[in-house]
């Protein structure tokens, strides 16, 4: 340091002088730059509760635009928001437990099932990630997604949702999720029903004993028992089971 000094002080006033403004004013502007913030660490506000005020704010404002474009039936305008909700909430890093997957599920559906250039295939993604979502409605889902094959005329991947869904099981089953396994359960019936009452007309189309009616009618009688089983057990439940105590007559 004492070297360094002298090594100064044998300079010209001039060039010292020059020297030591440079130092000062470099001093000053790294006193005025901002604290170094690395970009792929979340910036934390200053107060969690500030935060949490904040998002909830905004959590409700999108969900007031997806409502009214809901209502307008926009269904483009309602994707877009919904994108931006799902976003933030993706963004928020507090450690409050927070449940939208129903929320998501049914706007999702909504705008899907409505959306101009939404096809079967997106439809049927949406819903296996909804099932992965929320545990407690996996079954609900199940039935949901189970309905819009059927409407689509995809008997047999509703067939298949259906009996994957009677496999699943997910710790204690609780009352409603008994309910609503003897509702996926009884659609699995009633296609068995559909099925048996599609083979039956072939038989009575062709009319004529053979090989090839034996095989129809042995595959007839498979339907006809699993039909009988999943719908003997639904009409046991009390409520209104119209279409399942005709199927279940007919069988």
């Known amino acids: ?10 300079e010209a006033p001039a060039v010292v002088g020059k020297k030591r403004r440079r130092r000062r004013s470099a001093g000053s502007q790294a006193a005025l730059q901002p604290p170094l913030r690395l970009p792929f660490l979340p910036q934390q506000p200053a107060s969690s509760n500030e935060h949490k005020l904040n998002f909830k704010k905004s959590k409700e404002a999108c969900l007031s635009y997806i409502q009214d474009a809901l209502l307008q039936k926009q269904w483009k305008r309602a994707a877009e928001f919904l994108t931006c909700y799902v976003e933030s909430l993706e963004k928020d890093y507090s450690r409050e437990h927070i449940g939208p997957s129903e929320i998501i599920w049914r706007i999702g559906t909504e705008i899907l099932w409505h959306h101009s250039q939404s096809s079967m295939k997106e439809f049927s993604c949406f819903m296996e990630q909804m099932k992965t979502l929320g545990v407690k409605r996996y079954l609900k889902v199940c039935l949901e997604h189970v ?10 991947e509703a067939y298949q949702n259906l009996s994957l869904a009677e496999s699943w099981r997910f710790g204690e089953q609780t009352a409603l999720q008994d309910k609503e396994m003897k509702l996926i359960q009884a659609y699995r019936g009633l296609l068995d029903y559909y099925s048996w009452s599609k083979q039956k007309d072939i038989l009575l189309e062709n009319g004529e004993d053979g090989f090839s009616d034996l095989a129809v009618e042995q595959e007839m009688h498979g339907y006809f028992r699993k039909a009988a089983v999943n719908l003997k057990e639904i009409i046991k439940i009390p409520g209104v089971w119209d279409i399942f105590v005709k199927c279940y007559v007919d069988t």
Do not use: A, V, Y
Request: hydrophobic content about 35%.
């Open 1 to 10: 340091m004492d070297s360094f000094l002298e090594e100064e002080d044998q």
């Open 147 to 156: 309905f819009h094959l059927l409407c689509n005329g995809q008997i047999d």
